[in-house]
T-cell receptor
């Protein structure tokens, strides 16, 4: 089992460009999450999908869109990248929610917006 | 004020020392998670607990719900324990974790 996979691992964009970060899990988990991690700050939730067919905003959703393509895949799209979106992005999954379930994280995508 | 506070922010220890990292939170929670982030960036879940104590190898996690406090202990520390340790709490709503800023641990030989 690969667990949670993310592509790409690194990306450099120019301001205004768009891109999609891909995430897939092979653990048959219902819930999936996108976080960003910035220096000096804790991980912050961008969007989550409680189950296939649903998505909800997290703490910092502005400038992002998501798609829960199927149970396995959850993508994050930046429509018009800004330097403030320079960050490390982590995808995660859990069986159902995080109240009583462990989260499994992908390896991260390091994004730089110039 | 962050709902989850960790201390210390940075910690240096010599190999073999007993290490304690603390986490305090200010909200009602369903569960508390301890995570480890390796120098390469990967994040691994160490523990999830809602009461009492859990042990895995040299790592022990405890939680006191009344005092809203948790500790992560590492016994007989080793340089390979060098990492950032992150505390996170799950709210009763179930789909969001509030994260602490992490404790950076360096264990020297």
């Amino acid at each position: 089992n690969a667990g949670v996979t993310q592509t790409p691992k690194f990306q450099v964009l120019k301001t205004g460009q768009s891109m999609t970060l891909q995430c897939a899990q092979d653990m048959n988990h219902n819930s999936m999450y996108w976080y960003r991690q910035d220096p000096g700050m804790g991980l912050r939730l961008i969007y989550y999908s409680a189950s296939e067919g649903t998505t909800d905003k997290g703490e910092v959703p502005n400038g992002y869109n998501v798609s829960r393509l199927n149970k396995r895949e959850f993508s994050l799209r930046l429509e018009s990248a800004a330097p403030s979106q320079t960050s490390v992005y982590f995808c995660a999954s859990s069986e159902v929610g995080v109240s009583y379930n462990e989260q499994f994280f992908g390896p991260g995508t390091r994004l730089t917006v110039l | 004020k962050n709902e989850v506070e960790q201390s210390p922010q940075n910690l240096t220890a010599q190999e073999g020392e007993f290490i304690t990292i603390n986490c305090s939170y200010s909200v009602g929670i369903s569960a508390l998670h301890w995570l480890q982030q390796h120098p390469g960036g990967g994040i691994v879940s160490l523990f999830m607990l809602s009461s009492g104590k859990k042990k895995h190898g040299r790592l022990i996690a405890t939680i006191n719900i009344q005092e809203k406090h948790s500790s992560l202990h590492i016994t007989a520390s080793h340089p390979r324990d060098s990492a950032v340790y992150i505390c996170a709490v799950g709210r009763h709503s179930g789909y969001a974790l509030n994260f602490g800023k992490g404790t950076s641990l360096l264990v020297t030989p």
